[in-house]
Each structure stands twice: as C-alpha cells, then as structure tokens.
C-alpha cells in the first residue's frame, strides 16, 4: 500500500496516453458484454427456470406442427402434473404496425398456475376471467403504449385470418428476467374466431405452416416437484408416441437452451471475435506500458541504486499496468451493466428479445480479462526494467 500514490503518480505521466489506453479497453470491453450478455443471459435465465418445475409440450416436429387443444385437458389429468394450458401464438399486428411483443392465447383459468411467477391482482384475475375478449399484459408493454386497464387492445390478424378486439382487464407484475412485454387472452376467444373464418380443423396457411382451429401451439405444464418433471416428460412422450401428432415434451431450461442451439455457429463466432478482441488489447496496452518504461530508464536504474530490488521494480511495474487496465475494464463492463440496467435496452430491440441485462458473472468475466491483459500487457517491459542494470540505465541519457 506505500507505493500506491507512486503507482497512481506514474500512470497519471502522460494523461493522454493514458486516457487512451484507458478508452480502448473500455469501449473493446463495453461491446464485448454486449455481445456476451445475448447468450449468458438466456443460459442465466433457463437455469433460473428449473424452480418452477415446468415442462413445455410441443409437436415432435417442431413449431410448425399441431397440438391438438383436448390434449391439455388430458395433460393436465396426467400423475405429477399441477396445472396445464394452451400456449399459442398469434402474431398479430397492432396500430397497423407488426407487434413488437408477443401475444399468447391461454386458459384464463389455468395460465396464473402455470406461470406462477407472474402475479396479477386478484379483482383483475377475475375480470379477466369472466371476459372472453378480455387480456392482460405486461408492465413495459402498457408503458410502452401508455394502456391501462379498460382500454382496447385491437390486433389484426397477420398469420391467423381473424381480427382480436381485445380489452385489458389486468396488468401483471414479474420478475425482470422475464417476458414483460406479453399479452395473454382467452384460447377460446381466437379458437371461435377461427371456427367461424372457416379454417376449422385445418390449416389456414398455404404453406402448411400455421395451424388453425383446435391448435394449442404449445402446452405448459406445471409439474407438482421437481422429481416429477421427468417423469411428466416421458409419460407425456409415450402417450402420444404413436398417434397422428407425436409429442416432444422438455423442461423449460431446455426449452430455452434449444433456442440458443438455433443459433449455430453464432455463438462460436462470437467468443472468436471476444479472443480477437482481447489479443489486440494485449497489444495496445503493451504498447503503451512500454514506451511508458522507455521514457523511465534513467528513474529506474536510480531506483535500483537507491536499493529497490528486481522484484520490486517488477512488482511497481506490473502493478500500474494492472491500473491503467483494469481501470478501463471497470468503466467499460460495469458501466455497461448499469447502463443496461437503468434503461430498457429490450425496447430497441425490434421485439427480438423480451428483456436484455448484463449477468454479474459476464460482467466480473469482464473485469477479469481485463486485469489479465494489464497483467500480460505489463510482464515484457517489467522483466525489462526489472534486469537492467543501473549502469546500463544511467548510460542511455548520459
């Protein structure tokens, strides 16, 4: 701790090159989290999901096939099971704009089960309920729009060929790392419709690719424990196993993680660009760190002739490369942090992710590399400085 003012006093020499170095690993930093946060955040939020001991049923071939509506009823006889509902999207516009939030036909009955982690206030459970056009959204989504209970929430049909005249009779609460952007209604409300269009039982994409009426889309099942999620799995499987719609029945955490898988190559991409990144901060802090100790010859061999050791001029010099670094590691990851944080990054996001944070971990992973690059950074020019002679130091401004 004696030599912190001397460390502090040395990186504040040249403050332009300093304030550079410093800039450099921030802002490499700062979009590093950016990048890294997409997939530690996903991975952060399916671990955090195997709490609420949920299994999601869905077709063995994926979103585009169907899940016939009477199943959830069966489902939710099944033995481990708490409580089930439809989950199926709808995928409407809203304003004559395509959404940019997601919408979910449920049972209004069962849905506050299943999602026990939303809570929505009971007066407005049952409103919504009793409404068979009534829905509930999210927090972010009512700011968004500036809509509160009672007022409408027209969607227009783009995937499904029917038109919703919503009306909000609740505003949930959930945690942050959850969807606050949601809209859930009654299946039964688009189910009708749909019978009346004339796309009952059948699918009313050319394509084959959006089913119409009957179709849950998805089931979420509430298992009673934890122990029974696997059980409800494979019972649910070989249930339907050898029916028109066989099923493929998983927990939520990997749910999510088959999101992630989705992306390929990407995430391997990704972490190349973050090595790229940190081998060319290698190079400019050591470049840094090195003219700095050029310009100090003549003040280090006077330290070793004053009785400062090799290991002690090495410590000094690692130590102020650590600073300049880690310095700009702390404003470029933690300022990132609180910067998604305190402003609802997700909202720029086109509706492409539900809510966007940087983990403490990716954030503090951040940090570290940081101290690494000062730390690697500062090791060539402080095994330099620490094995030059006093004689030799002396000599090159004599």
Known sequence: ??????????????????????????????????????????????????VYNRVIVMNANGFAGMIPIARVRQIAGMEGVAAASPFSWYGGKYQNERALFAQFACN??????????????PDQLAAFVASKDGAVIGPKLARDYNLKVGDSLPLQGDIYPVDLKLVIKGIYDSPSNTDQRMCLFHYEYLDDLLKTSGTA???????GTTAGSGNAGM???????????????????????????????????????????MMGDLKDTIYWIGGAVVISLLFVAGNAMAMSMRERTTEVAVLKAIGFSKSKVLFLVLAEAVLVAGLGGAIGTLGCKGLCDAVDVSRFMGGFLPF????????????????????????????????TSVVDGLRKVV
Do not use: H
Request: with cysteine.
């Open 356 to 387: 966007y944070y940087v983990p403490w971990n990716t954030a503090l992973i951040g940090l570290g590399v940081s101290l690494f690059v000062g730390l690697v950074s500062g090791l060539a020019p402080a095994v330099i400085a620490s094995n």
């Open 201 to 207: 039982g059948g699918l009313s994409n050319p394509n």
């Open 108 to 121: 209004a009955d069962s849905i506050f089960n299943v999602l026990d982690e939303f809570k929505l206030a």
């Open 1 to 50: 701790m004696k030599y912190l003012t001397y460390i502090f006093r040395n990186a504040r020499r040249n403050p332009v090159r300093t304030g550079l170095t410093v800039a450099s690993t921030a802002i490499c930093l700062f979009l590093m989290m950016i990048l890294l946060s997409f997939f530690s955040m996903n991975e952060e939020a399916s671990q955090n999901s195997k």
């Open 219 to 261: 089931v979420f099942v509430k298992c009673k424990s934890a122990d029974a999620t696997t059980a409800v799995c494979k019972r649910v499987d070989e249930e339907y196993k050898s029916t028109e719609f066989p099923t493929r029945t998983q927990t939520e955490e990997a749910f999510g993680q088959m999101f992630s898988e």
